[in-house]
């Protein structure tokens, strides 16, 4: 069986969720450098893969696959390994509601609003914006407590083990913790806490982070 392929660049949160899957599994992979910040995109040959010119990419005995959160179904169905889905359909359609939480929600604000402003923008040599900070941290205090909520009696967004969900989520977390808002944003969420300190104890040795 051939090693897995994933295209993309390290730095993206949707790449490291890939991996984060990955590495979970216990599975082999190459990581293939795709910038698609380059002048002109990344290039007809990588459209081929992704046609909207997103990353992650995923390749794997032909078959190929684009969106992270398919691509990481797909690795926990397709290899051996532990389970990382829940198999009774609550904690499952949570796993999938926490997933969509991140996507449609925390990652422009948790990682756009406040994280680039606050960290991004001054090595950019670029003032943080006030106001889309305000924005964000409002917007950041409504998902924090979304996600406090899901499954209030486990120890993992969507259960008692490491899921999907669970995977998806760190790469943005990790960098949302990085900036000063995050001491006072997550005070009000202690069960979230909790899952972070369990996520950088779990996760942090994958060293894709």
Not at 147 to 165: F, H, K, N, Q
Request: aromatic share 12%.
């Amino acid at each position: 069986m051939a090693r897995p392929i994933v295209y993309g660049a390290a730095y993206s949160v949707y790449v490291q969720a890939v991996r984060l899957t990955l590495w979970a599994k216990a599975i082999a992979y190459d990581l293939v450098d795709i910038d698609v910040f380059a002048p002109g995109g990344p290039g007809p040959e990588y459209l081929v893969r992704h046609p909207f010119g997103r990353i992650p990419a995923f390749q794997h005995d032909g078959v190929q696959l684009y969106e992270t959160a398919p691509i990481c179904r797909y690795v926990d169905e397709a290899f051996p390994g532990p389970v990382l889905q829940p198999a009774h359909p609550l904690p499952r359609a949570v796993m999938g509601q926490a997933i969509s939480i991140m996507d449609n929600y925390a990652y422009r604000y948790l990682v756009w609003g406040v994280y680039f402003e606050r960290i991004e923008a001054p090595r950019q040599g670029r003032s943080p914006d006030p106001d889309k900070i305000e924005v964000a941290r409002r917007q950041t205090s409504v998902c924090l407590g979304a996600l406090e909520r899901l499954a209030p009696s486990s120890d993992w967004l969507a259960g008692d083990t490491v899921c999907l969900a669970d995977l998806h989520a760190a790469p943005m977390f990790r960098l949302f913790m990085q900036t000063p808002d995050a001491d006072d944003l997550m005070q009000p969420n202690p069960r979230l806490q909790a899952w972070w300190s369990r996520v950088e104890q779990r996760v942090a040795p994958a060293q894709v982070l």
